[in-house]
């Protein structure tokens, strides 16, 4: 079942909905003064909120984004992954390691 991300004039709901009608249906059963705003099927069946976006954490890149990034670059390749946040972000091999690896359980 698909994961859709729906703006409303008050809330960011994330919701999974066999389509975009049941996604607006569960929007108003649950805000039913809410008008949607924008609606987006998710690429992924998972949700990820970087908490440095958010302003919960100091560091100025992204996490997630630099190691999706070396997934992508490595076409999915663990070890080669690994190795390139370690040379993108001069992070040790057990922190490259955990981002890569849980970036991996989400669906990169």
């Not at 960011?12 to 705003?37: C, G, M, N, R």
């Not at 100091?58 to 990034?69: E, M």
Request: negative net charge; glycine residues 4%; proline residues 4%.
């Amino acid at each position: 079942m698909p994961l859709y991300e729906v703006e409303t004039d008050s809330h960011i709901i994330i919701t999974w909905a066999e389509d975009e009608h049941a996604a607006k249906l569960v929007v108003k059963e649950a805000y039913p003064s809410d008008q949607v705003i924008r609606m987006t099927k998710r690429p992924r069946d998972t949700w990820v909120i970087s908490k440095s976006v958010l302003g919960l954490t100091p560091q100025s890149a992204d996490v997630c984004s630099v190691a999706r990034d070396c997934l992508s670059k490595s076409s999915g390749d663990k070890v080669h992954a690994i190795r390139l946040y370690m040379h993108e972000t001069g992070s040790d091999l057990e922190k490259a390691r955990r981002v890569i690896e849980s970036n991996m359980v989400m669906g990169w």
